[in-house]
């Protein structure tokens, strides 16, 4: 052990575990989805699993695919077409869109906040 090193090193990871507790908190106790959202995203960057959102490709579905039903949606959302939203979306779940149900396409993250999918966009 060295002396004050050491002291330092568990300091911060006890801080470090504080800010993690916190932040699990707030996501549990959040009442609205924007608050849900930013405690997700600050959890995944606290355990080191947001790299994986910034990325477009992926072997676990098909990313072009649900890439160019996203951009259908966000078009039809932004023409306020709400009834072809709701039928497109409807479609999307029940068709099992790009294979993404796949028990087998595990996520990297419990919470699967994908920057492309979960923030909503106009």
Known sequence: MIPGKDEAFFRCYAEWMNHVRETEQALYEATNY??????AIELD????RDEWRLKKE???YDYRLLDSRVRILRRLRR???????MFRLREELHGNLGNMANPAATWPTPRCTARRAAAPRN
Do not use: K
């Open 45 to 48: 960057r606290l355990e080191g």
């Open 79 to 85: 023409q306020n077409d709400y009834d072809r939203l």
């Open 34 to 39: 924007a608050d849900w959202y930013a405690a």
């Open 58 to 60: 992926s072997e676990r």
